[in-house]
């Protein structure tokens, strides 16, 4: 099937910058879209940053791109605040040989904000 290997989180500072980085491997697939979510503790899961839109926490902060040549998409995190802190996780919808749409997700990286 396919695999999703997200990377780039840690620790930071409050005010420092993370690029998280989710790589969509596997074969006979197409990738209809990627976005980024994020589960804090005690919280439910949220959508990040889709193609389209943000969540207005990030919203002037936090920046996604797609690299589609290499099946990839990247979370450029900025400004980071302590309130950022969670597990960040890669979700892509993927259409399948058999002509079905399907949402995979990747294991998450831990995003730690504090000082």
Same mark, same amino acid.
């Given at each position: 099937?396919?695999? %999703?290997? +997200?990377?780039?989180?840690? $620790?930071?500072?409050?005010?420092?910058? $993370?690029? %998280?980085? &989710?790589?969509?491997?596997?074969? *006979?697939?197409?990738?209809?879209?990627?976005? =980024?979510?994020?589960?804090?503790?005690?919280?439910?899961? +949220? $959508? #990040?940053?889709? /193609?389209?839109?943000?969540? !207005?926490?990030?919203?002037?902060?936090?920046?996604? *791109?797609? !690299?589609?040549?290499? @099946?990839? #998409?990247?979370?450029?995190?900025? @400004? $980071?605040?302590? +309130?950022?802190?969670? #597990?960040?996780? &890669?979700?892509? +919808?993927?259409?399948?040989?058999?002509?079905?749409?399907?949402?995979? =997700?990747?294991?998450?990286?831990?995003?730690?904000? /504090? *000082?």
């Amino acid at each position: 099937q396919v695999q %999703l290997a +997200e990377s780039g989180g840690g $620790l930071v500072q409050p005010g420092g910058s $993370l690029r %998280l980085s &989710c790589a969509a491997s596997g074969s *006979s697939f197409t990738i209809n879209a990627m976005d =980024w979510y994020r589960q804090a503790p005690g919280k439910q899961r +949220e $959508l #990040v940053a889709g /193609s389209t839109n943000y969540a !207005d926490s990030v919203k002037g902060r936090f920046t996604i *791109s797609r !690299d589609n040549a290499k @099946n990839t #998409v990247y979370l450029q995190m900025n @400004n $980071l605040k302590p +309130e950022d802190t969670a #597990v960040y996780y &890669c979700r892509a +919808e993927v259409h399948r040989p058999d002509g079905y749409d399907y949402a995979y =997700w990747g294991q998450g990286t831990q995003v730690t904000v /504090s *000082s």
